[in-house]
């Protein structure tokens, strides 16, 4: 029975994304299905729905919807201009010092709006054209945007790691936020190292010197922007409020900086509430319907089937580890990063942990995976957006691509073989 149900899932779930069924749908159906094999229809579908319900019924995910509401006041508040300026006060009088500048204002961008898809539309649209300007490669400049802009899932507060300490059965979210940290700023400084190369390759322009006052001032001018992460996970890591209340507070704190910039104005609330609502929306549905599929594998002893499978392989922590991130890889080209933490975490965690992994560290190690599923085609979101705000095609990008894709998987088979990189701040903190 173990084996029809693994074949009738993934079977029908390929099948469904091949035909071009959107994924939540896919997730939803293909569970359906699977369960018809030992239950009724009509308690099949309830129970499918019933699971799609419960798996929204959590306290941890009310987060996800502030999140995505602060990121997106953030994107009309005129906060990413002042994080990019400062970036470029820091950075832009080296040579190529445009391509360091994107990556750090990814970094600092994404760390507060927890959005990687924000990030690279947001800077693309902003660096591009100047980068167009001085003489940079345009696949170059957008393959640098597509891949920096994932370090803000890293770097928190980030909507991913609310979603892996749901899937994980409740691993502290305060210590992933602050675990995320120095993982983050590695694969940033991978990525400006890979970057470092092109730039001699192509001997790319330095920027004009910033004066010491100048500094200042774009400082000055970013800080407030920059203590939201102080509030934020200051706030959690002190115990003064939760990851939820923190998303709540996030919203208030980036509303009122907004207007405080004279950047947003209250005809512009509606419209961004519903691009919030959209993409909620969409987020939510892919949840419940991942964790009606996660419920149905368990049902189906489908993980326990696979843990024993892996176990059997071997028991050397760094062998199950590279077999892991090798699957991961690979669901992440196919899969959207939502639905694959939380349909493949009930399958691996047990196994790592069994062999002593800190479920910290590993969620770490998931993330950053699937971060580079994110730049890859067909399904790699954040691929074809930064291929459009670029102005070019995807074949355009692919070839500058290829180092930074090296990059990220150097940069996380050192995050793996190397825990204290990921654990060192949490127990700092005591998380």
């Known amino acids: 029975m173990e084996v029809i149900s693994i074949l009738i899932l993934v079977l029908t779930f390929l099948t469904l994304m091949s035909i071009g069924v959107p994924v939540a749908w896919s997730l939803g159906i293909s569970s359906l299905l699977t369960l018809l094999v030992s239950v009724a229809a009509v308690p099949s579908a309830t129970t499918i729905a019933q699971r799609m319900g419960t798996g929204l019924d959590s306290f941890a995910l009310l987060a996800i919807p502030f999140f995505i509401l602060a990121g997106e006041i953030m994107n009309r508040g005129g906060i990413a201009n002042r994080l990019i300026e400062l970036a470029k006060a820091m950075m832009g009088k080296l040579p190529g010092g445009l391509l360091y500048v994107n990556v750090i204002a990814a970094m600092l961008f994404g760390a507060i709006a927890g959005s990687a898809a924000a990030a690279v539309s947001a800077i693309g649209s902003i660096l591009g054209k100047r980068m167009d300007d001085e003489g940079y490669p345009k696949g170059l400049g957008a393959a640098v945007n597509i891949t920096s802009s994932t370090t803000g899932l890293i770097i928190p507060p980030s909507n991913i790691l609310i979603v892996y300490s749901l899937a994980s059965g409740g691993v502290s979210i305060a210590a992933l936020f602050v675990a995320g940290y120095l993982p ?248």
């Not at 199950?320 to 699957?327: E, Q, R, V």
């Not at 990063?337 to 965690?349: D, G, Q």
């Open 184 to 431: 983050g700023l590695f694969i940033g400084f991978v990525l400006m190292l890979t970057a470092a190369i092109f730039i001699r390759k192509h001997k790319l322009p330095a920027g004009e010197r910033t004066s010491t006052r100048e500094l200042l001032d774009k400082s000055l001018r970013a800080f407030p922007s920059l203590m939201l992460l102080v509030i934020v996970i200051g706030g959690i890591v002190g115990g003064i409020f939760t990851a939820t209340e923190a998303s709540a507070i996030a919203v208030v704190y980036t509303l009122a900086l907004s207007f405080f910039y004279r950047e947003l104005k209250w005809k512009e609330i509606p419209a961004i509430l519903l691009k919030s609502s959209e993409t909620t929306a969409i987020v939510m549905l892919l949840i419940a319907t991942s964790m009606s599929m996660s419920w149905v594998m368990s049902a189906e002893d489908i993980p326990q089937g696979i843990s024993e499978t892996l176990l059997s392989l071997s028991d050397n922590i760094i062998v199950i580890l590279i077999i892991i991130n090798l699957i991961l890889l690979f669901v992440g080209i196919f899969m959207d990063m939502t639905p694959a933490v939380l349909i493949f975490t009930p399958i691996f965690l047990p196994v790592v942990t069994e062999l002593g992994v800190d479920p910290v560290h590993f969620g770490i190690i998931m993330i950053l995976n699937l971060c580079i599923g994110l730049c890859t085609p067909p399904v790699g979101s954040v691929l074809f957006l930064g291929v459009q705000v670029a102005g070019i095609n995807i074949q355009q990008a692919v070839k500058p691509l290829l180092p930074f894709f090296l990059a990220m998987i150097i940069g996380l088979v050192v995050v793996t073989l190397w825990p204290g990189l990921t654990l060192w701040l949490p127990s700092l903190f005591g998380l």
